[in-house]
């Protein structure tokens, strides 16, 4: 089984709102960066935002100021809050063990991990 679940995707309608959770099975979830990524149908995969372990948060441009990455340390989970959502959101989300550091670098998964799981889907119409 993958290593991380995600949940929380559905269908909305634009300016609404939605909270994604990723869940380690495994392994402390807390002790590692974490990035949340998305594909729309037809497009190749994109890093939305990471959050290392301590701390550092990173956003792609476009959620900027519409999701908020944090951690549940109690509930060891690292959620994705997308507030303002457009059609343009609308994609399968996953996450995944990512790097997380300072500089323009795209948001993108640590090169050893391969485990995706299904993902939780997001679609925004209306």
């Known amino acids: 089984q993958p290593p991380l679940e995600e949940s929380g995707g559905g269908l909305v309608q634009p300016g609404e709102s939605l909270r994604l959770s990723c869940l380690a099975r495994?392994?402390?979830?807390?002790?590692?960066?974490i990035g949340w990524f998305r594909q729309a149908p037809g497009k190749e995969r994109e890093g939305v935002s990471c959050?290392?372990?301590?701390?550092?948060?990173k956003y792609t441009d476009s959620v900027k100021g519409r999701f908020t990455i944090s951690r549940d340390r109690s509930e060891h989970r690292v959620l994705l809050q997308m507030n303002n959502l457009k059609p343009e959101d609308t994609a399968v989300y996953y996450c995944?063990?990512?790097?997380?550091?300072?500089?323009?670098?795209?948001?993108?998964?640590?090169?050893?991990?391969?485990?995706w799981g299904p993902g939780t889907q997001v679609q925004v119409t209306g």
């Open positions: 495994e392994f402390q979830i807390n002790t590692h960066s």
């Open positions: 959050i290392s372990d301590g701390g550092k948060i």
């Open positions: 995944a063990l990512a790097p997380c550091e300072d500089g323009s670098q795209k948001i993108q998964p640590r090169a050893d991990f391969h485990s």
